[in-house]
């Protein structure tokens, strides 16, 4: 194809692989001796008989040269263009190249701000349990409920005790949770970037309070029973606030978008960085 | 600088076939090797299925409207249920997605053809009789052939409900036979596709300056390599089983019942797979045209589909949960499941970013991406709540799961593959779809599909089964699956206008243009349609978007990428 190519404008006629019916044929034939199998051995004995004609006849057009057919160029030396009205995007029309959001949250600040959210929900929750059932261990024992069945059915009285392997679960539990749902703020802030307090502490909270108030009856209707579900709402609007609001205070970093793969992976490649930095289109 | 892009020859539209008489245009389309003509049969051909299959999902909905209802036996419901899923799966969804990566893939990096044009016809042509042979179990009737017709056992085909013991006559054979053929005809366009791409790239196109659609194109070839063969094998065994009673799946004779349902979902599973990332790889291509702007975390968006493809080879017994496998498989395979989450999510968050800031414009195409984008999410939050397994165990089985899947299959896959006939429609036919017609489309199919499958969630999670032909009254889901089936009314209305939309435009359209959208790769750098040969001279990129380079040499991106 090289030459063809560097005979540039000249060229009049390009060779493509010739049309065929050879493979149809096979393909008849191999689906015909399959359906043998349901029909009758005579629909097999057809198939085989078509496979091998179209078989033989499709190697005679590959071997010893491949049949092609010649197509005529006609050439043109514009560059397309619609025919349609379009709005057309034109250089430096608002940032034709624009890799927005242009700035992100680090996902260090994520995990921060799921921490200290967590820990704010924590404390929040074993007040509750001392206030409403006059036990720390009450609520810590709810969340277990969750991974260890036999406590989800335990009556007041266990719940209000402390369960040393209830605690650790709980702890687990909300430790993962907190930090991954950290995260997901840290990723999710930028893209609200008008209300991101609202979003962080009343929109998001709400949103998966709503999803687990409307599934939980179902997942586990013995813990749904169990929620005291004003006090639950506050707990995830105090994490949303104290969690968002930490992570909003975290300075933004560029997004990495312009640089190469060696350079975001930390790899110490010498030559890109300065490269880079001399092309970057900054103003 | 002979040869790059700025001196190619583009080429007129026009060819002589048109003069041929009726009899001899189409014998053109039967002994073509070129791959657009077969990504168009592909197409066509898979279009037809879906009105066909649609058509039996709108029969088992009308019977499920209301309680009682005796419009259809039970068997035949059985029928139309596992031939519908069937066929949306092999005849539908795959050969749809893998006909338009036929027509594009060349196009967008810039070669004449497929590395193998007459592999690529074989592979057609199989799918196509394998596909016939599915629908002729109808006719193989229960007179015909003995006992028979179409199977009954559900796409799945869990044995040993299908050993000869409990599946009488030939039905379940045709499902085999044809999947096999359907199969095979896959795998060789898949191996035809993952050489075409790594082989056969314009000068310049280097890895990391391929479109999007192409990365995910071998994703998807290669995760087809992967999981069909175990599907083949599997069903290989069941006809060693059946016809030569071999007792793999025979528990009687000290087969495994598990057996088949790991090989089935080692391959279902990815299937999923192997339908969603080409409809990732159409928003890949249509959103950043349509916002303005280019696409956001070019490498995260690879790399997240790659790993994608890796993770789903891992999460296979999440369809399992109910078996009762040991509760360290349970916790493995809800733990891998979640996994796919932390992809799915970077993906999500790029394609939000490519749209932020954008000047987006709401063409039909634009409509169904952002459509997709939305029930995308929904599909994989409902996807995380059952790969919990204790929820699994309440809701498997349950129209819950249907709704999830439909989600997905609806909600993303079908949904994009639209958003992708009104995109390239213009480059394959050189005319524009209507957009009153379109927007018609849109908004009736829409809204059918949320009347239908967000309904069925709360009759999953009030208790429906699956895979029932009826229900009582007064169990709480009377409304909800009346509510359902009027929303098939609405999808019906909105294929009928894209219907329409297609016959019109393919007749009167206004005429497209070569780059009626404005965008950058390379496909829309040739005539609409696009000549036998694609490109008369071979073009040679610098950038992702050789076309704006094209377009504006006064501030090309390569200076930047
Ligand atoms: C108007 C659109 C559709 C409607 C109303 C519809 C309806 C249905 C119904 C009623 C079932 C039976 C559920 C059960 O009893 O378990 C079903 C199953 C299924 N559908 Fe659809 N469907 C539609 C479109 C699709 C599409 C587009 C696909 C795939 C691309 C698809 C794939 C499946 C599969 C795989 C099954 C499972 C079959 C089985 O369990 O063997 N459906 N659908
Ligand atoms: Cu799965």
Redesign the interface.
Same mark, same amino acid.
């Given at each position: 194809?090289d030459d063809? /190519?560097?005979r540039?404008?000249e060229?009049t006629v !390009?060779e493509?692989?010739?049309?065929?019916? =050879?493979?149809?044929l *096979?393909?008849?034939g191999?689906?015909l001796s399959?359906?043998g &199998?349901?029909?009758s051995v005579a629909v097999t004995i057809v198939g085989i008989v078509f496979t091998i004609v179209g078989i033989v006849g =499709?190697f005679g057009?590959?071997l010893p040269v491949e049949h092609t057919e010649s !197509?005529a160029?006609? #050439?043109? &030396?514009? +560059?397309?263009?619609?025919?349609?009205a +379009?709005?057309? @995007?034109?250089?430096?029309e608002?940032? %034709? /190249?624009?890799? @927005? #959001?242009l700035e992100i949250y680090p996902y260090r600040a994520g995990i921060k701000g799921g921490i200290a959210g967590g820990v704010v929900m924590a404390a929040l929750a074993v007040v509750h349990g001392m206030i409403l059932h006059g036990s720390p261990w009450y609520t810590i024992n709810i969340l277990a409920a969750t991974g260890m069945a036999d406590l989800a059915n335990a009556n007041a009285a266990t719940l209000s005790s402390f369960i040393p392997s209830a605690f650790i679960v709980a702890l687990v539990i909300h430790g993962v949770a907190s930090i991954l749902i950290g995260l997901l703020y840290g +990723?999710l802030l930028p *893209?609200a970037p008008r209300y991101p307090a609202f979003f962080a502490a009343i929109v998001a909270p709400l949103l998966w309070t709503g999803?687990l108030w409307a599934?939980l009856s179902? !997942?586990?209707p013995v813990l749904d029973a169990r929620i005291e579900w004003r006090w639950f709402i506050l707990c995830q609007i105090a994490f949303g606030a104290v969690a968002g609001y930490v992570v909003d205070r975290t300075e933004k970093v560029r997004t990495l978008? %312009?640089l190469p793969?060696a350079v975001r992976s930390g790899i110490e490649s010498p030559g890109i960085m300065r490269e880079r930095i001399e /092309?970057e289109?900054e103003k | 600088m002979a040869g790059s892009i700025e001196h190619r020859i583009a080429l007129s539209a026009e060819s002589d076939h048109a003069s041929l008489p009726i009899l001899g245009r189409a014998h053109e389309w039967v002994v073509t090797v070129d791959h657009k003509r077969l990504g168009l049969m592909y197409i066509g051909g898979g279009l037809v299925f879906f009105l066909i299959a649609g058509l039996q999902a709108a029969t088992m909905r009308l019977q499920l409207a209301i309680p009682n209802a005796g419009i259809i036996a039970p068997q035949v419901f059985n029928r139309l249920l596992t031939v519908h899923g069937t066929a949306m799966v092999f005849l539908v969804g795959m050969p749809i997605l893998t006909g338009f990566l036929n027509y594009l893939v060349p196009l967008m990096i810039g070669a004449r053809d497929l590395a193998f044009p007459r592999l690529n016809a074989f592979g057609f042509w199989l799918w196509l009789f394998g596909s016939l042979l599915l629908y002729f179990s109808y006719i193989g009737g229960d007179g015909l052939y003995g006992a028979g017709s179409a199977p009954d056992v559900g796409w799945f085909a869990y044995a040993p409900l299908t050993e000869r013991a409990f599946s009488r006559g030939n039905s379940t054979d045709y499902w085999i036979l044809s999947i096999l053929l359907t199969s095979v005809g896959s795998t060789a366009t898949a191996i035809n596709l993952l050489t075409s791409i790594f082989c056969m790239r314009c000068e310049g196109m280097t890895l990391r300056k391929m479109p999007v659609l192409v990365w995910l194109a071998a994703v998807v070839s290669f995760l087809m390599c992967v999981v069909l063969p175990p599907l083949s094998a599997a069903q290989a065994m069941l006809l060693l089983d059946r016809f030569l009673g071999a007792h793999f799946f025979d528990t009687q004779a000290g087969g495994s019942a598990i057996l088949w349902q790991h090989f089935f979902w080692i391959f279902g599973h990815p299937e999923v797979y192997v339908l969603v990332l080409p409809a990732f790889a159409f928003a890949n291509e249509i959103i950043p045209v349509f916002s303005r702007k280019v696409i956001f975390g070019y490498s995260v968006m690879v790399a997240a589909s790659c790993a994608l493809a890796f993770i789903s080879l891992g999460v296979w017994a999440h369809h399992m949960f109910s078996v009762g496998m040991a509760p360290a498989g349970n916790a493995f395979f809800a733990a891998s499941t979640m996994l796919v989450s932390i992809p799915t999510g970077i993906k999500i968050f790029n394609w939000i970013g490519t749209m932020w800031g954008g000047k987006i414009r709401f063409r039909i195409p634009m409509m169904f991406s952002v459509g997709f984008l939305a029930q995308f999410l929904i599909a994989g939050l409902t996807g995380i709540m059952l790969a919990v397994a204790p929820f699994d165990w309440q809701l498997t089985d349950t129209y819950f799961v249907v709704a999830h899947f439909h989600y997905v299959l609806i909600g993303a896959i079908v949904f994009m593959i639209f958003a992708a006939i009104y995109y390239w429609f213009p480059k394959a036919t050189g005319k524009m779809l209507g957009e009153r017609l379109g927007k018609w489309h849109f908004w009736l199919f829409l809204i059918g599909f949320h009347m239908t499958f967000d309904t069925l969630h709360f009759a999953g999670l009030r208790g429906m089964p699956r895979r029932i032909y009826t229900y009582q009254p007064g169990r709480g889901l009377d409304t909800i699956n009346l509510i359902a089936s009027i929303g098939v009314i609405f999808q019906a209305a909105g294929i009928l206008m894209f219907l329409i939309n297609v016959i019109r435009s393919l007749r009167s359209g206004k005429p497209a243009g070569d780059d009626p959208w404005d965008a950058w790769t390379l496909e829309w750098s040739t005539s609409s349609p696009p000549p036998e040969y694609n490109f008369a001279e071979l073009p040679v990129v610098r950038s992702r978007r050789p076309l704006w380079d094209l377009k504006h040499p006064e501030d090309p991106d390569w200076k930047y990428e």
């Open positions: 194809m063809e /190519r560097n540039g404008h060229q !390009i493509m692989p010739a049309p065929t019916a =050879w493979p149809m *096979m393909a008849v191999l689906t399959f359906a &199998l349901v029909t =499709w057009e590959v !197509i160029v006609t #050439p043109a &030396l514009e +560059v397309p263009r619609a025919k349609v +379009v709005a057309y @995007l034109e250089v430096g608002m940032g %034709h /190249r624009a890799v @927005l #959001p +990723v *893209m999803l599934s179902v !997942i586990n978008q %312009h793969f /092309r289109p | -």
